[in-house]
């Protein structure tokens, strides 16, 4: 199995573009989860969903930020418009029960 | 409010020796506990977890243990390798939780030879 998978392994962006993430679980997950790491407040979940099906977005910052699962071997995450304080790495994992396995990340850079 | 706290951000041991790393909880509710180990530029790797009905368990190298009273666990590894040097992050989760973890700060391990 090749893992979580994520692109692009890094994105350089100007303030008030759109920034889009990606990420593919692995084969048969029905967990999945986007996180945020800052040096400020450490990893931080943001969205997690079940069966393709949001369940809890209370760690997304603001509007700004939106997560989609359109089917069980895709998801985005979309900043619109992008600010600098939006600079991280940013994360997604899958699992089937207990432990999670995260992807290698997105180094998001907004100038 | 920190529900899984991991107070020491660095901790620095000779190669050979044990290194011991802490993690503390707040949210009685936690039933199952892991490690997590991160190397630059990648993601976080499961390294070892425990339920919250055992108070040790072991693989190779590295022991978990919980103390439910104290809402206490600790990372143990022995002995430390030079490839043991990496952020360790400890995380919590209870049934109803849906898979949720809860992450530490975590604490950088330098192993030096």
């Known amino acids: 199995d090749a893992g979580v998978i994520q692109s692009p392994r890094h994105e350089v962006t100007e303030m008030g573009q759109e920034v889009t993430l990606r990420c593919k679980p692995i084969s048969g997950h029905d967990y999945l989860f986007w996180y945020r790491q800052t040096m400020m407040r450490g990893l931080e979940l943001l969205i997690y969903f079940n069966n393709n099906v949001p369940i809890d977005d209370s760690g997304m910052p603001e509007d700004r930020f939106s997560a989609k699962m359109p089917n069980a071997s895709f998801s985005t995450l979309k900043i619109q418009p992008s600010e600098p304080r939006d600079s991280a790495v940013y994360f997604c994992?899958?699992?089937?029960?207990?432990?999670?396995?995260f992807g290698p990340g997105t180094r998001l850079t907004v100038t | 409010d920190q529900q899984v706290k991991q107070n020491s951000p660095s901790l620095s041991v000779q190669e050979g020796r044990i290194s011991i790393l802490n993690c503390d909880y707040t949210n009685s509710m936690f039933d199952y506990f892991l490690w997590y180990k991160k190397y630059p530029a990648e993601g976080p790797t499961f390294l070892i977890s425990?339920?919250?009905?055992?108070d040790k368990n072991e693989d190779g190298r590295f022991t978990v243990f919980l103390n439910k009273s104290a809402k206490h666990l600790s990372l143990h590894i022995v002995p430390s390798q030079p490839g043991d040097s990496a952020v360790y992050f400890c995380a919590a989760s209870y049934n109803n939780a849906g898979n949720m973890l809860t992450f530490g700060g975590g604490t950088r391990l330098m192993v030096k030879p």
């Open positions: 425990i339920s919250s009905i055992k």
């Open positions: 994992a899958s699992s089937s029960r207990g432990e999670q396995y």
